[in-house]
């Protein structure tokens, strides 16, 4: 378990370098995607709803210190998207990689309109027509590009991990059921 956080703490830490270093460079239609949002529906598809809030929360405080004018607000949507992805572990596939494109796209769909109220409805402005035009839908699409590389490196990196954790169960004698990440393990006896 304690291998499992540190890898996701490893890829939050990767998320974070490259959505403020190589992908603030690289804007479409003046806007970035979004990295972290990536990793939280990842990891909500892949790992399930515990460790998709786990990633959300951090992802999100960690803008929050960074970029934000009030501390929690993206640490709330962030948690919101990974506990909604969290679902969707259940039709987890291994070697589907559309699916997942569907999620990180209806994930940040669901990201921008909570950034709308957050941000723009409670002041004031209420021109969504603008917003989705300007913002929301060149977003999904070009966060959507992005993901078709970014997932399939998630998904091998917990392809490793679940091998690896899978003969260190098997060599300390234990019976594994998977459920993604959440697994429960019995002792033979």
Do not use: H, W
Request: with cysteine; glycine share 8%; net charge neutral.
């Amino acid at each position: 378990m304690i291998f499992k956080f540190i890898l996701i703490l490893l890829e939050i830490i990767i998320s974070y370098l490259l959505q403020t270093s190589v992908f603030s460079n690289l804007t479409l239609a003046d806007v970035v995607p979004d990295i972290f949002l990536i990793l939280t529906a990842s990891m909500g598809y892949i790992s399930g709803k515990n460790t998709a809030i786990m990633t959300g929360f951090i992802s999100g405080l960690i803008l929050d210190f960074t970029f934000g004018n009030l501390i929690g607000v993206y640490a709330l949507m962030y948690t919101v998207i990974g506990y909604f992805c969290g679902f969707t572990n259940r039709i987890y596939d291994n070697e589907d990689y559309t699916l997942p494109l569907f999620i990180i796209g209806g994930a940040e769909f669901l990201f921008n309109i909570l950034y709308f109220v957050f941000f723009y409805l409670l002041s004031g402005n209420v021109d969504f027509g603008y917003f989705s035009m300007r913002y929301l839908f060149p977003r999904v699409i070009y966060t959507v590009l992005v993901s078709i590389v970014l997932y399939r490196l998630l998904n091998f990196n917990f392809n490793i991990f679940e091998k690896i954790d899978r003969r260190k169960r098997l060599k300390n004698g234990e019976v594994i059921e998977y459920t993604g990440f959440d697994f429960v393990g019995r002792r033979n006896l």
